[in-house]
């Protein structure tokens, strides 16, 4: 503990700057170094010499007289402590700072250079103000030579060289010893005016370039500017000229061609003494324009990123369009947090430094994640409190002093307000074990971190985050790791030659003793990365994974030759691997059985995508249009669906012909993207089989839509800056695609209060407006309108109180908030059960309580404006679960999770596991291995007098094998998959196209194989009764046709075309602007084919598919039908939206959240004519049938459930229908069918609204049922 007590800090204006530094270790020399800093704050880059310097004690204030011109960079470091930065820009209170040890780094640095080379960096990404940050202690280097600083272990570190004629370079490190080389780049540029005349005296510099990096152009507009490696952001300027700018690495000599810019003013919402301003990119030129009086900053090309501090404010950022005169600035009041630190007995603590993890960015809508921090703010004085700014938001504070376990609690703080927060220390729980090998031999230097299990690793701008204990083995190999907090533990072990292992410990409060721990010898792993001709790719990222779906576990580089290699892996077991070449070509996922002899990565080329963007009304190329590339990755397995989306790269821009040249991998299927200023996005779907070429693509783009209005605070004055935001939803139908798509544009209101949102497309959109107070608004509007008016809504207060059945109070109880205007937030009862919430928007709140000794609880009610709101929740006593799981490797067992509903826990070595807050009554028991889909659940009795016991065995059942190919060829990087209702299991085909599927029951399953992208290839049926091994030869049936609209037969283009087969999703294709899709891949068989696009209605056909062909197909769309909905929520209000579910007569099922308007009215488009069955979901809940186009009125109420009962002889599947014979949509609760499977002797509960409904069952029974509303379940005895 430290032992010094805080002294506030002081600064004299002008001239003295003073504070006080703790550090962890007692007894150091602190020295303090005073630069002159650089006018741009990204990376605190110091200049030059220090202007001063002193040293003091640890703990003891310093005073130190520096020049009167700012801004500095303040730097302090000791011996054995990771050194800190502070950004000041002007006389103020300099907070006090709090230095943890650190491991010695050594950088060892070649090159050549100017002058000396002087070196400084950071731990984090900096935050410009008001922040201590951690940094690497400024150095020079008159030549070669070695920089020493000390940092936590594993940190990422950023470290920047600069020599004396402004060459840089910038290098990310992670290891304790590392060689850099100094190689800088300058790239020739050539500055010329918007007639292409050269532009002498231009400043060209690239952007986040250190200070210095500036180069100014000569007579003929020639420069060359220091530009570090990778991709860059060139920016030339000439006042009275204008701006250019353009990426490198380019052709040189790379143009930059000024455009005139025009200024904006910059008007704050109230005011705010010391405003500073950053834009971005950044010019020492613009530093004038941005200074604290300012008002007007020019304009950076076609948008400008600003960056807004004040002291006593929390630091802001937003976006700047190019078509605003002004721009609002609008910042949230810090808030004050006082900690104080006591012992069980409650005597306070001195000395104990106090860490706030903040979040990391405050947002208009939500706080940003809450990141820890490596410095502590300081430490307690001797009353045991210690008072800090902090960043409004959910904040964590966390105290660690030894022998204390370290604490932690999360706090909401208010902008503007006061809060104090008490933690009490809770002694430290000590874990021993002995680490040995397989034949009981002591491991000696194996090294443990332990973190709290269930929250893993959190990264902090690449940071990991700081364990809670480290330790490694004696001679003995016996280790002590302490002080621990009681409760689940990770402690990871690790040695060279041994397997990494990771142990889950249930650590109770008088600790424990695990015993021997065994780690098994580890085996390398060799391979190479080669091209496309079979040669070396030097410098290529490889990733080693036991998942095939999360490739990117540990990694390495390949050497010059393109050779790799990964030790301590198991010696028996699966692995996945798969290679990246700048970060977006990337071989596939290769499966590797071990042990393995040498692999091989092949990573191709990539494909070529050409194409020409072009305006849609007369063929006008366009220029500067942004095209980037996706690839969307769809699982589907077991009941439950996943999809995830990869960037392909930064992407390119189309020259002044409009022409584009874009790389990509050798995906089959890709999403093109294009964006242009004054038009509407587009996106393309770009299917291409192996081996095939591109065709060169024409891309025709809208012009853009304009919603602009403006936003007036509850006071009438006009809002300046606030965040506006708009919302769409492309629909599409539940069982023949991916969910819906939601669409986000932003703005921030000018000074005038007024927004402007361009380049939407047509359609209605939700405009929604929030003030950092809190404050919000919403209206729902079509694209093209300018009148648009949105008034604020002040905030309202929730108060939340938890409660026992006993009535007690619950402390220490998680309170986890949704509002369905968007805001979520999490707090922790204090001591009176309570939790509060001072800025709670208006509407609808959904909240879920959970405690370690208590069953979860939700609950949902209305927030009003302005007013306040309090709730009350019981918590019902929660049971014990307790079990096993077998039949699972070690590695298999540390990425296992047994749930049972919302509660969870990770299974101990032992496989055994202990879930205490379980919800009582019989409840389903799940074990799942992290995303391979494998898992067991099973469904037990939880009471509330004694546990439920229950075995999850991997081990049994059956095994299916398999090979993939395709005309007698293998298939490598399939998803083959085994499901049936609430279960799965898949497996990757390895490089000869084999898979294994373990631990499958007995029973029907369906067989899926699908490639990368999602695509369904193949689907089958299999009756399981022993282990069985099939091959699978790929179908190549093909089918093509054409979308046209119905009346006036023109090709639709952008149509979404939908292949499925027996009611499942199986592919999916867009129409090009010739309205022409094609498939192939496909089985003989029948086939409904669907399409629909946005305007019209959707138009199915059956085809059959014979010897792999079948007739052209023409799908006619009808014009668009509109449904209208006035919908009453519980107890005559209003909702903001609701969640709407509707079928047809086929059953055909949709799934969409409709945004209602202040009267209740909304609207579903895309409906062909028809009759529909309807289920709409708010606070309450209906059910109606409904005809198209045409208007229903919606009256929510409370909804009922119905519980289905199996005969113990056999399964059965139900159909829910109206009394007009349509069938009921139950969404989630139904299979793709639309029906309820309920197993023989077992029940299934169904949520339904009120109202009659029949039961069809498929053994031809027949049943009328009657849901009250809000009433008992209704139980039906099944036939």
């Known amino acids: 503990m430290v032992s010094a007590c805080l002294v506030l800090a002081l600064t004299v204006p002008g001239s003295v700057v003073s504070g006080t530094v703790f550090c962890e270790q007692p007894g150091k020399t602190v020295e303090v170094r005073v630069f002159a800093g650089s006018p741009a704050p990204w990376g605190l880059t110091p200049q030059g010499l220090p202007l001063a310097t002193t040293q003091t004690p640890c703990g003891t204030p310093f005073r130190l007289d520096v020049p009167a011109s700012s801004p500095w960079r303040v730097e302090v470091h000791a011996p054995g402590h990771t050194a800190a930065a502070f950004h000041l820009t002007e006389a103020g209170e300099l907070p006090p700072v709090w230095l943890p040890k650190g491991l010695l780094r050594r950088v060892e640095v070649a090159g050549s250079w100017q002058g000396s080379l002087r070196l400084w960096g950071y731990l984090a990404e900096p935050r410009p103000w008001g922040r201590w940050q951690p940094a690497i202690p400024a150095g020079q280097l008159p030549r070669h030579g070695k920089l020493e600083f000390y940092?936590?272990?594993?940190?990422?570190?950023?470290?920047?060289?600069?020599?004396?004629?402004?060459?840089?370079?910038?290098?990310?490190?992670?290891?304790?010893?590392?060689?850099?080389?100094?190689?800088?780049?300058?790239?020739?540029?050539?500055?010329?005016?918007?007639?292409?005349?050269?532009?002498?005296?231009?400043?060209?510099?690239?952007?986040?370039?250190?200070?210095?990096?500036?180069?100014?152009?000569?007579?003929?507009?020639?420069?060359?500017?220091?530009?570090?490696?990778?991709?860059?952001?060139?920016?030339?300027?000439?006042?009275?000229?204008?701006?250019?700018?353009?990426?490198?690495?380019?052709?040189?000599?790379?143009?930059?061609?000024?455009?005139?810019?025009?200024?904006?003013?910059?008007?704050?919402?109230?005011?705010?003494?010391?405003?500073?301003?950053?834009?971005?990119?950044?010019?020492?030129?613009?530093?004038?324009?941005?200074?604290?009086?300012?008002?007007?900053?020019?304009?950076?090309?076609?948008?400008?990123?600003?960056?807004?501090?004040?002291?006593?404010?929390?630091?802001?950022?937003?976006?700047?369009?190019?078509?605003?005169?002004?721009?609002?600035?609008?910042?949230?009041?810090?808030?004050?947090?006082?900690?104080?630190?006591?012992?069980?007995?409650?005597?306070?603590?001195?000395?104990?430094?106090?860490?706030?993890?903040?979040?990391?960015?405050?947002?208009?809508?939500?706080?940003?994640?809450?990141?820890?921090s490596l410095l502590a703010r300081g430490v307690t004085d001797s009353l045991g409190t210690l008072e800090v700014a902090a960043e409004p938001g959910t904040v964590t504070v966390r105290v660690a002093a030894p022998p204390w376990a370290e604490a932690r609690e999360e706090v909401e703080v208010p902008p503007g307000q006061r809060v104090t927060k008490t933690i009490t220390l809770t002694p430290g729980a000590r874990c021993r074990l002995q680490v040995t090998d397989p034949h009981g031999r002591p491991l000696a230097g194996v090294t443990a971190q332990v973190t709290r299990r269930g929250q893993g690793t959190v990264w902090y701008s690449g940071q990991p985050r700081p364990v809670i204990a480290e330790g490694s083995s004696d001679r003995d190999g016996m280790m002590v790791l302490e002080p621990l907090l009681p409760g689940p533990v990770e402690i990871t072990l690790v040695k060279a030659g041994f397997v990494k292992r990771t142990v889950n410990v249930e650590l109770p409060p008088e600790g424990k003793d695990l015993g021997a721990v065994v780690m098994e010898p580890g085996a390398s792993l060799q391979g190479r990365v080669v091209d496309e001709k079979g040669e070396g790719i030097a410098s290529a990222k490889v990733y080693v994974s036991a998942d095939s779906d999360v490739p990117f576990g540990e990694s390495t580089e390949t050497d010059e030759a393109g050779f790799f290699q990964f030790p301590d892996l198991p010696r028996s077991g699966v692995v996945f691997l798969r290679a990246e070449k700048q970060n977006r070509v990337s071989s596939r996922p290769l499966k590797v059985e071990l042990p393995s002899p040498p692999v091989e990565l092949v990573v191709p080329g990539g494909r070529v995508i050409v194409g020409r963007v072009v305006r849609a009304t007369d063929g006008k190329p366009i220029a500067a249009a942004r095209v980037y590339a996706t690839e969307v990755l769809t699982r589907v397995v077991g009941g439950f669906s996943g999809m995830s989306v990869r960037s392909l790269g930064p992407g390119v821009e189309t020259d002044n012909d409009g022409i584009f040249r874009l790389e990509v991998g050798d995906s089959p299927s890709i999403e093109l993207h294009v964006r242009a200023k004054g038009f509407r996005e587009t996106s393309r779907q770009v299917r291409m089989e192996p081996g095939e070429k591109p065709r060169p693509l024409l891309i025709q783009l809208e012009e853009g839509l304009v919603l602009a209005g403006r936003v007036i605070e509850p006071s009438g004055r006009p809002a300046v800056g606030v965040a506006v935001r708009l919302e769409t939803e492309r629909q599409q139908a539940r069982g023949l695609a991916v969910g819906s798509r939601i669409k986000v544009w932003s703005s921030v209101t000018d000074g005038e209060g007024r927004f402007r949102v361009a380049d939407l497309p047509p359609g209605r959109y939700e405009v929604m407006a929030q003030t950092p107070e809190g404050w919000r608004a919403r209206e729902v509007a079509e694209a093209g309108r300018e009148d648009l008016e949105l008034e604020l809504e002040p905030t309202g207060t929730l108060t939340v109180t938890v409660k026992d059945k006993s009535g007690a109070p619950v402390a220490g109880a998680s309170v986890e908030g949704w509002a369905n205007s968007g805001q979520s937030w999490k707090q922790i009862t204090d001591a009176l059960g309570e939790v509060r919430l001072g800025q709670a928007s208006p509407g609808t709140h959904s909240l879920r309580i959970t405690h370690p000794n208590f069953a979860p609880a939700w609950l949902r009610f209305d927030v009003k404006a302005g007013e306040e709101s309090r709730r009350e929740v019981t918590l019902e006593a929660g049971g014990v679960v307790e079990g096993v799981v077998k039949g699972l490797s070690a590695s298999e067992l540390s990425r296992c999770s047994v749930s049972v509903g919302v509660s969870s826990a990770t299974p101990l070595p032992d496989g055994s596991f202990r879930i205490t807050n379980a919800p009582l009554g019989k409840q389903r028991v799940e074990a799942r291995v992290g995303w391979t889909g494998r898992f067991r659940n099973a469904q037990v009795e939880v009471k509330p007098d004694a546990p439920a016991w229950v075995e999850l065995d991997f081990a049994l059942g059956f095994t299916l094998t398999g090979q993939v190919h395709k005309q007698g060829k293998p298939l490598s990087g399939l998803m083959v998959a085994a499901s049936r209702e609430g279960e799965g299991v898949a497996d990757s085909t390895d490089s000869q196209g084999q898979f294994r599927l373990r631990g499958l029951e007995a029973g029907l399953w369906k067989l899926s194989v699908a490639d990368a992208s999602g695509q369904v290839l193949l689907r089958q049926e299999l009756e399981l009764t022993a282990d069985r091994h099939l091959e699978l030869a790929l179908p190549s049936g093909a089918l093509a046709g054409s979308v046209v609209a119905a009346e006036s037969r023109e090709p639709v283009a952008e149509a979404t075309v939908i292949v499925h087969q027996k009611g499942g999703f199986l592919r999916q294709e867009t129409t090009g602007d010739d309205g022409r899709f094609g498939f192939s891949d496909l089985p003989d068989g029948d086939f409904t084919i669907t399409a629909q696009a946005p305007g019209y209605g959707s138009a199915s056909k059956e085809v059959h598919i014979s010897a792999g062909q079948a007739p052209e197909v023409v799908l006619a769309l009808p014009k668009e039908a509109v449904l209208e909905l006035f919908v009453q929520e519980l107890g005559g209000s209003v909702g903001e939206r609701v969640w709407v579910r509707l079928s047809d007569a086929s059953g055909l099922t949709r799934q969409l959240a409709v945004p209602l308007n202040r009267r209740g009215r909304g609207v579903i488009s895309g409906l062909p004519p028809g009759r529909y069955g309807l289920v709409v979901d708010g606070l309450g809940h209906a059910g109606l049938v409904v005809t198209t186009p045409g208007q229903a009125q919606v009256v929510l109420q409370e909804g009922g459930s119905l519980i289905l009962s199996a005969p113990a002889q056999r399964n059965l599947k139900v159909r829910v229908l109206f009394p007009e014979g349509l069938p009921v949509p139950l969404g989630w609760q139904a299979n793709e069918a639309g029906e309820v499977e309920v197993k023989a002797g077992q029940q299934r509960s169904l949520l339904l609204p009120a109202g009659r409904y029949q039961l069809l069952t498929d053994s031809g029974a027949s049943i009328w049922v009657d849901i009250p509303a809000g009433g008992a379940p209704v139980t039906v005895e099944l036939p």
Request: charged letters at 20%; glycine letters at 12%; hydrophobic letters at 40%.
């Open 151 to 372: 940092a936590p272990k594993g940190a990422r570190v950023v470290l920047w060289g600069q020599d004396e004629s402004g060459a840089f370079a910038r290098w990310e490190l992670v290891g304790e010893r590392e060689s850099v080389r100094f190689a800088p780049t300058r790239a020739t540029v050539r500055v010329v005016d918007a007639l292409g005349k050269p532009v002498p005296g231009a400043s060209v510099v690239a952007e986040r370039a250190p200070s210095g990096a500036e180069a100014v152009s000569d007579a003929q507009g020639m420069a060359r500017v220091p530009v570090g490696s990778g991709q860059w952001q060139l920016v030339a300027w000439k006042e009275g000229v204008g701006l250019g700018t353009a990426r490198w690495p380019a052709q040189e000599p790379v143009s930059l061609q000024l455009q005139p810019s025009k200024e904006v003013s910059l008007v704050p919402a109230y005011p705010y003494p010391g405003l500073k301003v950053v834009p971005r990119p950044w010019l020492s030129y613009l530093h004038g324009k941005a200074r604290a009086g300012a008002n007007r900053i020019p304009l950076l090309g076609e948008g400008l990123h600003l960056a807004f501090w004040a002291p006593g404010f929390a630091y802001q950022q937003t976006d700047v369009e190019g078509d605003v005169d002004s721009v609002g600035i609008r910042l949230l009041p810090e808030g004050r947090l006082q900690v104080k630190v006591v012992d069980p007995a409650g005597k306070p603590q001195a000395g104990v430094p106090v860490f706030v993890d903040e979040p990391e960015r405050w947002s208009l809508w939500s706080p940003g994640y809450t990141t820890p």
